[in-house]
C-alpha cells in the first residue's frame, strides 16, 4: 500500500527559532499533499493544502508567513514553522493524494513542542 | 460547505460485544466517507472508505460501515470488540461535487474503550 513518511517524529525547539517538517511519498508520486494540525484530545484542522509546483492554498486563519509550505516535488512537501512559539505546539500530520480525487494516505505525524 | 458530526466523545465496550461508533454528514453533492483509527502519538490509519456502490462497507481488523443515505449516516461497526481495538476514531467526509476543495473533513474523534 501507500506510504507516507513524516520526519523527524519529533521535536523540541526554542522559542523564535524555526523548524522545518518533511512529508514525503514513499512509494507513490503526490501531486497533492495536505497539512493538518492537531490539538491534544481534538480532531485534525486542516492547514493547507499543497500542489507540486504552485503556491498552497491556506485556510482561513491560518497564517502563511508563518507556515510556509513548499511542495518542490512530487515526493517531497515541506512545513516550515516560523518563529515559532509555544502556542504552535502541536501534532502536524501530512497526507498525500496521487491525484484530484484520489484516496489519501497519512503521515506518522510530528510532535512539535516549543520552549 | 461540508461536515461530519460523531455525537459521542467515549464509547465504552466489553470485549467480545459488538460495537457501534456513530458518524452523521452534510455535503452538498455526493459523499467520500471514510473511517480513520489513531493510536496515541501516532497518525491516521484507514479503516474503510464508501465511495458507492454496496451500502455495508468491510474494512480493515474486522470492521465494517453501513451507509444511509436517507440518514446521512456512515456508523463504524464491529461484531465483537477486542481491547486492542480501543482508540481513538475519526469519521472523515469529502464532498464528491465540490471539485474545488479536495482536502477531508474530519468529525471530532470518538474515543472507544474495551473493557476486558
Known amino acids: 500500500g501507500a506510504v507516507v513518511s513524516q520526519h523527524p517524529s519529533r521535536v523540541i525547539c526554542k522559542s523564535g527559532t524555526s523548524v522545518k517538517i518533511e512529508c514525503r511519498s514513499l512509494d507513490f508520486q503526490a501531486t497533492t499533499m495536505f497539512w493538518y494540525r492537531q490539538f491534544p484530545k481534538q480532531s485534525l484542522m486542516l492547514m493547507a493544502t499543497s500542489n507540486e509546483g504552485s503556491k498552497a492554498t491556506y485556510e482561513q486563519g491560518v497564517e502563511k508567513d508563518k507556515f510556509l509550505i513548499n511542495h518542490a516535488s512530487l515526493t517531497l512537501s515541506t512545513l516550515t514553522v516560523t518563529s515559532a512559539h509555544p502556542e504552535d505546539s502541536s501534532f502536524y500530520i501530512c497526507s498525500a493524494s496521487e491525484g484530484g480525487g484520489g484516496e489519501q494516505f497519512f503521515g506518522p505525524g510530528t510532535r512539535l513542542t516549543v520552549l | 460547505a461540508q461536515s461530519v458530526a460523531q455525537p459521542e466523545d467515549q464509547v465504552n465496550v466489553a470485549e467480545g460485544n459488538p460495537l457501534t461508533v456513530k458518524c452523521t454528514y452534510s455535503?452538498?453533492?455526493?459523499?467520500?466517507l471514510f473511517w480513520y483509527v489513531q493510536y496515541p502519538n501516532r497518525g491516521l490509519q484507514f479503516l474503510l472508505k464508501y465511495i458507492t456502490g454496496d451500502n455495508l462497507v468491510k474494512g480493515s481488523y474486522g470492521f465494517e460501515a453501513e451507509f444511509n443515505k436517507s440518514q446521512t449516516s456512515f456508523h463504524l461497526k464491529k461484531p465483537s470488540a477486542l481491547v486492542s481495538d480501543s482508540a481513538l476514531y475519526f469519521c472523515?467526509?469529502?464532498?464528491?461535487?465540490?471539485?474545488?476543495?479536495?482536502?477531508?473533513?474530519f468529525g471530532s474523534g470518538t474515543r472507544l474503550q474495551v473493557q476486558p
Open positions: 472523515a467526509v469529502r464532498d464528491l461535487e465540490d471539485t474545488g476543495r479536495r482536502a477531508l473533513t
Open positions: 455535503v452538498s453533492g455526493n459523499p467520500y
